[in-house]
């Protein structure tokens, strides 16, 4: 629910709020190109007319072993000794008509930096000097987010100028009110407010908390873009 309230206090309780908690370290933001597979081992996928005995044959023929598969997609966990690249594996076992698909082992991993094109300019959240300041002068956000992104199951109150809520970063995330009908005139669940979907501006008293001064917005953008619903 938005809405829209003077006063300093309020509006320091509601940041302390949203930010209590966001603290710990973070896991590596880039991936070095010798990194991005297990060297050695492949995964691969046969046809359903190959049989186990052409399977073995081919695993001899490449000096390779099966040590495991996936019992739902029916991949084979390939690997072997040789000093050949992965990429030489992957060649042999493509070419060969027995064979589906073949793929390098990926390896996986676990980052929450968002991909937002502006986020280099929200110094406040993760500050690198971008812009002249003191390097991680922040609130370590980046490194919250590896314990938690936010819970769309949980509604913040933002008790600021109001916030514009077509905003492309923020009309996804907006609540609205579950038990009004829009428009119709009826106070339908008996909160006191009419027509209250979007929120209640309280400074102007109206069913319209769009953002009169721009400071609402501001505030809830970073914070709704991770997953807080508003």
């Known amino acids: 629910m938005i809405m829209k309230k003077a006063g300093i206090v309020l509006l320091f309780r509601f940041v302390i709020v949203l930010l209590v908690g966001w603290a710990s370290p973070g896991y590596p933001q880039s991936i070095s190109p010798e990194d991005q597979y297990l060297s050695g081992e492949i995964l691969v996928k046969f046809k359903m007319s190959a049989t186990e ?18 019992p739902i997609l029916n991949v084979r966990r390939v690997m072997t000794n040789r000093e050949d690249s992965t990429e030489e594996m992957l060649e042999q ?37 971008q812009t002249g300041g003191r390097e991680d002068a922040d609130i370590d956000a980046p490194e919250a987010w590896e314990i938690a992104t936010g819970d769309r199951r949980i509604v913040i109150a933002d008790i600021d100028t109001g916030v514009d809520y077509t905003h492309p970063d923020l009309a996804d995330n907006i609540w609205k009110n579950p038990g009004e009908i829009p428009n119709n005139g ?24 769009m953002d009169d001064f721009g400071h609402g917005t501001h505030v809830a953008e970073p914070l709704l873009q991770w997953g807080i619903t508003i």
């Open 53 to 70: 005995g052409e399977i073995a044959l081919l695993n001899f023929r490449s000096r390779s072993a099966t040590v495991s598969v996936d």
């Open 93 to 129: 076992f493509r070419a060969n008509p027995l064979v589906e698909y073949a793929e390098p082992n990926y390896l996986v991993y676990t980052t929450r930096m968002p991909n937002d094109p502006s986020f280099n300019a929200l110094y406040g959240l993760h500050n690198t000097g």
């Open 186 to 209: 009826v106070d339908d669940d008996q909160n006191g407010y009419i027509d209250d979907v979007m929120g209640w501006d309280f400074a102007n008293n109206d069913n319209d908390p």
